[in-house]
């Protein structure tokens, strides 16, 4: 099983639609939790951390869920300009080596008109 | 403004030749890593360095090498014994301190081509 698992997609939808991408990772001692954002051809760019008590930004929602170990990212009301793809990542955690993030293969998003 | 600095942007390798990548940070960043992308795939990490003079090996550090001699730098250096370079590279550093949720930056990445 791979340490952080995403939807690969694409998602394709229309604008002002929301959308829901998901996450599940393996290491139930992991404690930190984001959601990036790459654009084509650009480095990835922190879309937002994910806490316990979930959080919101704006249209952007994500939800923890250490029970499941499960971390979702909901969209509303998508822009064009939302189209990326969306890389689940995860602290590891792992004693002597707790400062590596573990990177999700990402989920494609394609807004269209 | 502070950030993090990766050049070239582009860069093109002869067969059997060694290229170095920069990378540059003024965040006062503790750690820092290289990773590779290639098309389609996610990010590999090669190298990290949690402390000035003292680095890990990623998960494909073969036929890499890297240095952390300042706080502020972590050159990666792409080898002959690389067989397979051409990749999009990506730096990244982060905070190691208390209260640090250890989130990422990255640089804006060099494109290296074997030619």
């Known amino acids: 099983r791979k340490e952080v698992e995403q939807d690969p997609g694409p998602f394709n939808v229309p604008e002002g639609a929301t959308v829901a991408f998901n996450c599940t990772y393996s290491?139930?001692?992991?404690?930190?939790f984001f959601w990036y954002r790459q654009d084509c051809r650009k480095e990835p760019k922190l879309l937002m951390s994910?806490?316990?008590?979930?959080n919101e930004d704006g249209r952007f929602t994500a939800q923890l869920n250490r029970a499941s170990q499960y971390i979702s990212l909901l969209i509303r009301d998508s822009k064009l300009s939302d189209s990326a793809t969306y890389l689940c990542v995860v602290n590891s955690n792992n004693a002597g080596n707790n400062r590596k993030l573990i990177w999700g293969l990402g989920t494609s998003l394609a807004v269209n008109p | 403004d502070g950030g993090i600095t990766q050049s070239p942007k582009y860069l093109f390798r002869k067969e059997g030749q060694n290229v170095t990548l920069s990378c540059e940070q003024n965040?006062?960043?503790?750690?820092m890593y290289w990773y590779r992308q290639d098309p389609g795939q996610g990010l590999r990490l090669i190298y990290y360095?949690?402390?000035?003079?003292?680095?890990q090996k990623g998960d494909i550090a073969e036929g890499y090498s890297v240095s952390r001699e300042k706080k502020e730098s972590f050159p990666l250096t792409v080898t002959s014994a690389q067989k397979n370079p051409t990749a999009f590279y990506l730096c990244?550093?982060?905070?190691?301190?208390?209260?640090?949720?250890?989130?990422?930056?990255f640089g804006s990445g060099t494109r290296l081509t074997v030619v």
């Open positions: 290491n139930s001692a992991s404690q930190s």
């Open positions: 994910v806490y316990s008590s979930g």
């Open positions: 990244a550093s982060t905070s190691l301190g208390q209260g640090s949720n250890y989130g990422y930056t």
């Open positions: 965040l006062n960043h503790d750690a």
């Open positions: 360095s949690q402390i000035v003079n003292d680095f």
